[in-house]
């Protein structure tokens, strides 16, 4: 029951944008009684909050899916970094909170930024550990995380954000000690 929630939350998301949503948008939509919605989350904030998370652990999980054939490490890791880069530019919520000026709100919302920067560090170690190369994880991790809300909430500066190519150059230079 609380995945069809979530599923209806970011449908309503993506239609209303974060501030018109309610709880009653996300209880029509799921099929059952607002009285429902708020017994499994106390607040919207919270159920906002849960639906980022869930659509989040979704993404991160395609992204494994489209990397899984590049098998040096440090590559690994840059082609994840364009898929996310790709996704936060193309999907429909991402884009919806950006026109609806609420992207930079999500983008501080520390259990957020914290489950991202966790995502992240465990990738990083890996890939360091992969190729015996000592990395500062956490500080790299949060660099790669400011980058992608950078591209996220600024597209139009500097180089272009629909070329993968010139993600990957930005990315590698972030990257430089885990990259042959």
């Known amino acids: 029951m ?5 599923e209806s939350t970011l449908r309503c998301i993506a239609l209303y944008g974060t501030a ?5 948008d996300v209880a029509r939509s799921a099929g059952v009684g607002r009285a429902t919605v708020f017994r499994r989350f106390e607040s919207k904030d919270e159920l906002i909050r849960r639906a980022f998370s869930f659509e989040l652990a979704r993404i991160v999980e395609g992204f494994a899916e489209t990397v899984a054939a590049v098998s ?3 590559e690994h890791l840059v082609e994840i970094i364009v898929a996310a880069v790709r996704t936060a530019r193309t999907h429909p919520i991402g884009t919806r909170l950006v026109e609806d000026g609420t992207a930079v ?7 957020l930024a914290q489950l ?3 995502m992240l560090t465990d990738r990083i170690s890996d890939c360091a550990e992969q190729l015996a190369v000592d990395v500062d994880t956490t500080g790299t991790a949060e660099v790669l995380l400011r980058f992608i809300g950078s591209v996220w909430l600024t597209p139009d500066i500097g180089l272009p ?8 150059r930005m990315v ?3 990257l430089h000690p ?3």
């Not at 709100?105 to 259990?111: E, L, N, Y």
């Not at 954000?161 to 990957?168: N, Q, V």
């Open 72 to 74: 040096h490490p440090g």
């Open 2 to 6: 609380d995945s069809a929630i979530l």
């Open 178 to 180: 885990l990259i042959p």
């Open 172 to 174: 590698r230079v972030i």
């Open 105 to 111: 709100a999500i983008h501080r919302d520390p259990d």
């Open 20 to 24: 018109r949503l309610t709880m009653a």
């Open 161 to 168: 954000t629909t070329d993968d190519d010139a993600i990957r």
């Open 116 to 118: 991202q920067l966790l």
